[in-house]
Each structure stands twice: as C-alpha cells, then as structure tokens.
C-alpha cells in the first residue's frame, strides 16, 4: 500500500526556516518525481516543487524560487523540503505528493502538515 | 501560467442526483486534465487523469469528458460520501495549476 506521511510542521516566526519531511513507503520512491503542493487556510491548492526521479532537476513557482528547496534522499525513501525566508503568506497545509510526471498528475497524497507563519 | 476557472464554486444537490463541475483553461491543454476531491479532514483523493482515466478505486458514477479549453466531471448519482470539494488541475506546461474549487454540498 502506497503511503506518504508528512512531518516538520509547526510555528515559525516571520524570516525563520524550516525543514518538512515526507516518509514514502509501498512503492519504488525512485522511480517518481516527487512534489510539494499546499494548500493555505479556507483557500485552494497551489503547487509549490517538484524534483525529479534522480534529484538532479528541481521545478519552482515564482512565488517561492529561491527560498524554497525540495530534495530527495532515495536510499531513505524521504522527500525534503527546506524552507527559508518564511513569510506569512506561507501559512497553509504542505502535502507531499506523488507525481507522475515532471508537470503532475499527483496520484497519490498525503495527510499533509500545517505550518503556520507568525510572530 | 495557464488560468484553470472552475465553474460553479458551489454546488447544492441531492442525493441521487446527477451533477456536472465545469473546468475551463485559458489555453488549450490537450486533455491533460485531472480531477481531486477533497474531503472536509483535508483528505485529498485523486479521481481523474487525462481527461477521462478513472484511477484505480474510483466508483464508475464519476466520469470526465472534454477537450480543447472546456472539460467537466459529471457524478450519475450522487452518495453521501460524494459531498466534498473537487478541484481540477491542468498538467500540460509548467506550472502546474489548479481551479479554485467547488463545493458540492447537500440540498
């Protein structure tokens, strides 16, 4: 059974970072680009990275390139992401999903963790 | 970026009833359109891919339909556990977008 389970939420201040974590299970985590989609309170879904199947191509929108840093540890089945600079406007619930294809279908999700950007 | 507009953003129905979500691209996307719902936990579930794939575990009263800018999810009869939101997102260039939602909610 696919399973993506997502940790390293919490507060955090304005200007601060932090790491989130997502531990894949039931598949070859290898073999499928990986994503980070969130989704900010009472509001939609908006995709925020994606890496591919080696780690070696990342994929940003404009509202997090260079603050933001997906990577992928293959050998541990962990999607990473590094987030620096936070602002407020980060607020939301980060899902991991799984992607196939560098654009997505995301096929499946996880539960998703809260971070919650504030001083 | 290519702008998904999802059409209504809410949706009263009953149960049994048959009911259809609008999705429109502002640019041709080629059938690459996905469906999710997501349920009031934050569950998110994939339904949809290409159009008209249904993913694996999806009941056979959802379906999908479309081409060009225009594409709609249709569900023939709806059950309780139906009443979620649905979004669509488009997978034809980058970045991938998504529509802002409906809320399919009970009459």
């Known amino acids: 059974e696919v399973q993506l389970v997502e940790s390293g939420g919490g507060l955090v201040q304005p200007g601060r970072s932090l790491k989130l974590s997502c531990a894949a299970s039931g598949f070859t985590f290898s073999n499928y680009y990986m994503a980070w989609v969130r989704q900010a309170p009472k509001k939609g879904l908006e995709w925020v990275a994606t890496i591919s199947t080696s780690g070696s191509r990342t994929y940003y929108p404009d509202s997090v390139k260079g603050r933001f840093t997906i990577s992928r540890d293959n050998a541990k089945s962990s999607l990473y992401l590094q987030m620096n600079s936070l602002k407020s406007e980060d607020t939301a619930t980060y899902y991991c999903?799984?992607?196939?294809?560098?654009?997505?279908?995301?096929?499946?999700w996880g539960p998703g963790t809260m971070v919650t950007v504030s001083s | 970026d290519i702008q998904m507009t999802q059409s209504p953003s809410s949706l009263p129905a009953s149960l049994g009833e048959r009911v259809t979500i609008s999705c429109r691209a502002s640019?041709?996307?080629?059938?690459?359109l996905n469906w999710y719902q997501q349920k009031p936990d934050g569950t998110i579930k994939p339904l949809i891919y290409?159009?008209?794939n249904l993913q694996s575990g999806v009941p056979s009263r959802f379906s999908g339909s479309g081409s060009g800018t225009d594409y709609s999810l249709t569900i023939s009869s709806l059950e309780p556990e139906d009443f979620a939101m649905y979004y669509c997102?488009?997978?034809?260039?980058?970045?991938?977008?998504f529509g802002a939602g409906t809320k399919l909610e009970l009459k």
């Open positions: 997102q488009q997978d034809a260039s980058f970045p991938p977008t």
């Open positions: 290409y159009t008209s």
């Open positions: 999903a799984r992607g196939l294809g560098p654009a997505g279908y995301f096929d499946f």
């Open positions: 640019q041709g996307i080629s059938n690459n």
